[in-house]
């Protein structure tokens, strides 16, 4: 039977605002449980919990709706992290193109700038020895200068005039001494600050005018030349050169050997001139062009002669720019004797095959030698061998000179022999052979003295 409790439970339930429950019946042991009326779709069921189907799917529908929004914001996450570490990784990847790119150009500045002081000697040494001599030398030039000072009017004190006279010679000669130092210590301390200079001025360039030194150094040319001179000369600019002018520096022997290419073009340049001019000038007359061996001849030779002056110029020593010069002389009035008489060429084949070009090489090995900063035994041999074999050449061609007139000379005496003859024969001079036979009066046509 069913439990009154129950029943009264369920009127209970219904009469406290709970569902009905329908007729049905389900017996579970002995109590008896009523099913729900199914008034409300969204009720739950009392034994279970469990929702009806619209609530589930809208349960599952919120679920998949939350786990899609979530899967969004996932993969938003994602793409923005990746775009994140993307943009990190191309800034550093830009960063290192932009290090690298400057660890170049630095490496190509100093490159640049270990060229550009290779082009010129360190001024450090030169600097601190002009220091040291300029220090010291002040200092004893001072002290020694004194010294005399007192020396002179020690005259007047205890000193004998012998006395007197020894310290004032001993300081005299100290006292120079010390000058001659500062003077050095000085000299080299100016040398520094033209080097210093004349490195900044230059920067990369390899070629520069004289002038613009001057003016950027503030003195005039002839003071600025004159100290780039003694810099050459004390090999503080290892491969500097003057142009024939002594107009432009060249600091590299890459500008200085452009710049003999661009003499030799230009002397090329002025030979067709010479020889068009020539060529019109012949035409215009009526005369055959020169012979194609002259100009051959005539062109050579000014070459060697342009590398002649070109070495009198870098060659300091006296002496021999002076047989250089007389070389030239001799060489230029044998080329014109050429260029007059086309006939005496075949005598100076020798001179332009091997004399011009032998003493063009001794000339650039004497260069060579007196460039060099110690000059030891070996070198002023082999230098005073030079001088001689130039004394040597320079005879030769005197002597090649005066070959190419011996033709004319022997026609000159010919002609002259000729004329003395002819002269006699018509009686308008005395007769060559007649001599020592007497000479004959004018009037009588005797010897004077034997009527005697």
Same mark, same amino acid.
């Given at each position: 039977?069913?439990?009154?409790?129950?029943?009264?439970?369920?009127?209970?339930?219904?009469?406290?605002?709970?569902?009905?429950?329908?007729?049905?019946?389900?017996?579970?042991?002995?109590?008896?449980?009523?099913?729900?009326?199914?008034?409300?779709?969204?009720?739950?069921?009392?034994?279970?919990?469990?929702?009806?189907?619209?609530?589930?799917?809208?349960?599952?529908?919120?679920?998949?709706?939350?786990?899609?929004?979530?899967?969004?914001?996932?993969?938003?996450?994602?793409?923005?992290?990746?775009?994140?570490?993307?943009?990190?990784?191309?800034?550093?990847?830009?960063?290192?193109?932009?290090?690298?790119?400057?660890?170049?150009?630095?490496?190509?500045?100093?490159?640049?700038?270990?060229?550009?002081?290779?082009?010129?000697?360190?001024?450090?040494?030169?600097?601190?020895?002009?220091?040291?001599?300029?220090?010291?030398?002040?200092?004893?030039?001072?002290?020694?200068?004194?010294?005399?000072?007192?020396?002179?009017?020690?005259?007047?004190?205890?000193?004998?005039?012998?006395?007197?006279?020894?310290?004032?010679?001993?300081?005299?000669?100290?006292?120079?001494?010390?000058?001659?130092?500062?003077?050095?210590?000085?000299?080299?301390?100016?040398?520094?600050?033209?080097?210093?200079?004349?490195?900044?001025?230059?920067?990369?360039?390899?070629?520069?005018? *004289?002038?613009?030194?001057?003016?950027?150094?503030?003195?005039?040319?002839?003071?600025?030349?004159?100290?780039?001179?003694?810099?050459?000369?004390?090999?503080?600019?290892?491969?500097?050169?003057?142009?024939?002018?002594?107009?432009?520096?060249?600091?590299?022997?890459?500008?200085?050997?452009?710049?003999?290419?661009?003499?030799?073009?230009?002397?090329?340049?002025?030979?067709?001139?010479?020889?068009?001019?020539?060529?019109?000038?012949?035409?215009?007359?009526?005369?055959?062009?020169?012979?194609?061996?002259?100009?051959?001849?005539?062109?050579?030779?000014?070459?060697?002669?342009?590398?002649?002056?070109?070495?009198?110029?870098?060659?300091?020593?006296?002496?021999?720019?002076?047989?250089?010069?007389?070389?030239?002389?001799?060489?230029?009035?044998?080329?014109?004797?050429?260029?007059?008489?086309?006939?005496?060429?075949?005598?100076?084949?020798?001179?332009?095959?091997?004399?011009?070009?032998?003493?063009?090489?001794?000339?650039?090995?004497?260069?060579?030698?007196?460039?060099?900063?110690?000059?030891?035994?070996?070198?002023?041999?082999?230098?005073?061998? *030079?001088?001689?074999?130039?004394?040597?050449?320079?005879?030769?061609?005197?002597?090649?000179?005066?070959?190419?007139?011996?033709?004319?000379?022997?026609?000159?005496?010919?002609?002259?022999?000729?004329?003395?003859?002819?002269?006699?024969?018509?009686?308008?001079?005395?007769?060559?052979?007649?001599?020592?036979?007497?000479?004959?009066?004018?009037?009588?046509?005797?010897?004077?003295?034997?009527?005697?």
């Amino acid at each position: 039977m069913p439990s009154d409790n129950g029943f009264n439970s369920y009127e209970n339930r219904y009469a406290q605002g709970g569902r009905p429950y329908s007729g049905q019946a389900h017996e579970d042991g002995e109590t008896l449980y009523a099913s729900p009326v199914d008034s409300n779709p969204g009720a739950k069921d009392p034994r279970t919990g469990a929702g009806s189907p619209e609530d589930f799917q809208r349960l599952c529908q919120d679920i998949g709706k939350g786990v899609a929004d979530m899967t969004a914001q996932i993969a938003n996450g994602l793409v923005g992290a990746g775009g994140a570490i993307g943009s990190a990784v191309s800034q550093a990847y830009d960063g290192y193109k932009a290090s690298q790119a400057q660890a170049r150009e630095r490496a190509e500045l100093a490159r640049q700038q270990a060229i550009v002081d290779a082009r010129f000697a360190n001024p450090g040494p030169l600097q601190t020895s002009g220091v040291i001599r300029t220090s010291i030398g002040g200092f004893f030039a001072f002290t020694f200068g004194a010294g005399m000072i007192e020396t002179l009017f020690d005259l007047l004190g205890y000193l004998t005039f012998g006395e007197w006279l020894t310290g004032m010679v001993v300081m005299g000669v100290l006292f120079a001494g010390s000058c001659m130092l500062l003077a050095g210590g000085i000299k080299r301390l100016r040398a520094a600050k033209s080097l210093k200079s004349l490195k900044r001025i230059m920067g990369n360039r390899q070629v520069i005018s *004289i002038s613009e030194i001057s003016q950027m150094m503030g003195q005039d040319d002839a003071r600025t030349l004159k100290r780039i001179k003694h810099l050459l000369k004390e090999g503080k600019i290892p491969e500097g050169r003057l142009d024939i002018d002594e107009k432009t520096l060249m600091v590299t022997n890459l500008a200085y050997s452009q710049y003999l290419t661009f003499l030799d073009s230009e002397r090329k340049r002025s030979l067709e001139e010479q020889r068009a001019k020539q060529a019109a000038n012949a035409a215009q007359a009526g005369k055959a062009p020169a012979d194609p061996k002259l100009k051959a001849f005539l062109e050579d030779g000014n070459g060697y002669l342009k590398q002649m002056k070109q070495l009198d110029i870098d060659i300091d020593d006296a002496s021999v720019s002076a047989k250089i010069v007389r070389i030239e002389e001799v060489v230029g009035r044998i080329m014109a004797r050429a260029e007059d008489e086309p006939k005496v060429l075949s005598q100076l084949e020798r001179m332009m095959d091997y004399y011009l070009p032998t003493t063009v090489k001794l000339l650039s090995a004497y260069d060579a030698l007196e460039e060099q900063a110690v000059q030891g035994e070996n070198i002023e041999s082999s230098r005073l061998e *030079i001088e001689s074999t130039l004394d040597m050449l320079l005879q030769a061609y005197e002597k090649l000179l005066d070959s190419t007139f011996a033709d004319l000379s022997m026609d000159v005496s010919s002609e002259i022999s000729v004329l003395n003859m002819m002269l006699a024969q018509e009686g308008l001079t005395e007769d060559p052979f007649a001599k020592g036979k007497g000479r004959k009066s004018p009037a009588h046509g005797r010897t004077p003295g034997k009527d005697e």
